[in-house]
C-alpha cells in the first residue's frame, strides 16, 4: 500500500540521444508531497529527466509509473495535464493579454475550448484569479498587461496560474535562472510555501546549491545521466558538491 504514497516510480530508465546517453538505467521513487531540488553539471540529464517525468519525452527502456499508472497508459494529454503543472524558465505567458487571463489559463484544460474563448472577452471566474493573484502578491495588476511586468512579477504570474491550475505535482526547470539573486530567493521562498500549503510534490531543477538546501527536503544529484546522490538536504555536504561538480574527475 505503500506505493499509493508514489507519485513517481522510475525502474531502469533510460534514455539515448543518437549515441549520447542521457539517463542511463536510473531508478527511483518520488513520494506526494516531496519537495525535490535536482542538481548537477550542465549535461547531466537534469531536463531529460523532467521531460520524461513530465511524460513529454519517452524513454527507450525502463518503467516509469505515474501516481501508479504506466505512463503509457496517459495517452489522453488532457489528464495528465490536470495532474502535473510545468514552470518554465521563460514563464511562457502570453505577453499581450492582461495578467487575469494569464492566471486564468490555468483553467484551460478543465474548461474546453469554448469557454477558454469567452474568457478572452470576458474572463470567467475572475474570483478565482483575485485570490490566486493576492496569494501572490499580485491583486494590483490584475488588468496590467502582461508584459509590462518584471520578470520577478511574471514568474509570480506564473505561479498564481498554477494556483488556479492546482496540479498535484509541479515540475520546474531552473525557474528563477532568469532572474536577479534577490528576486530569484523571493520566488523560491514563495513557490516552496505555496506548494507545501497546497500539499503538492515540487521537482525542480536548481542551480543554486545553496538555495536547494534552503528550500528543498531532498536533493538528488545527477552526474553523467546517473543519480550521483540522493539525499535529505541537510545531509548534503560541501565535499559531496565538490566531488559532484569536480569536472577532472568525470574521466
Ligand atoms: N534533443 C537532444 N538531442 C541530442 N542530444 C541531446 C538532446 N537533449 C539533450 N541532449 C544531450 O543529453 C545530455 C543531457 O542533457 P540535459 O539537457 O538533460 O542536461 P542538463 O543536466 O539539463 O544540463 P544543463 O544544466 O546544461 O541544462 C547532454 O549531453 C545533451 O547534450
Ligand atoms: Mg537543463
Do not use: C
Not at 519517452?58 to 509509473?65: A, D, P, R, W, Y
Not at 530567493?185 to 510534490?201: A, F, G
Amino acid at each position: 500500500m505503500q506505493q499509493l504514497n508514489n507519485i513517481f516510480e522510475l525502474n531502469n530508465i533510460s534514455k539515448v540521444y543518437e549515441r549520447k546517453i542521457a539517463i542511463s538505467s536510473l531508478s527511483l521513487t518520488i513520494k506526494k508531497g516531496e519537495l525535490v531540488a535536482l542538481i548537477g553539471p550542465s549535461g547531466a540529464g537534469k531536463t531529460t529527466l523532467l521531460n520524461i517525468l513530465a511524460n513529454v519525452l519517452k524513454s527507450e527502456s525502463g518503467q516509469l509509473l505515474i501516481s501508479g499508472v504506466l505512463s503509457d497508459k496517459y495517452n489522453s494529454g488532457k489528464k495528465l495535464a490536470k495532474k502535473i503543472g510545468i514552470i518554465r524558465q521563460q514563464f511562457d505567458l502570453v505577453g499581450q493579454l492582461p495578467v487575469v487571463h494569464n492566471v486564468l489559463a490555468g483553467r484551460l484544460v478543465e474548461w474546453g475550448f469554448l469557454k477558454s474563448l469567452l474568457s478572452l472577452i470576458f474572463p470567467q471566474e475572475k474570483e478565482l484569479a483575485k485570490k490566486a493573484l493576492d496569494r501572490v502578491g499580485l491583486l494590483d495588476k490584475i488588468y496590467e498587461k502582461t508584459s509590462n511586468l518584471s520578470g520577478g512579477e511574471q514568474q509570480r504570474v506564473a505561479m498564481a496560474r498554477l494556483l488556479v491550475q492546482k496540479p498535484e505535482v509541479i515540475l520546474a526547470d531552473e525557474p528563477v535562472s532568469a532572474l536577479d539573486p534577490a528576486r530569484a530567493e523571493d520566488i523560491l521562498s514563495m513557490l516552496t510555501k505555496l506548494v507545501r500549503e497546497e500539499n503538492e510534490t515540487l521537482i525542480t531543477v536548481l542551480h543554486s546549491v545553496e538555495y536547494a538546501k534552503k528550500y528543498f527536503d531532498r536533493i538528488i544529484a545527477m552526474r553523467e545521466g546517473k543519480v550521483y546522490f540522493d539525499l535529505p538536504a541537510e545531509k548534503v555536504t560541501d565535499k559531496l558538491l565538490s566531488d559532484l561538480y569536480d569536472l577532472k574527475e568525470l574521466n
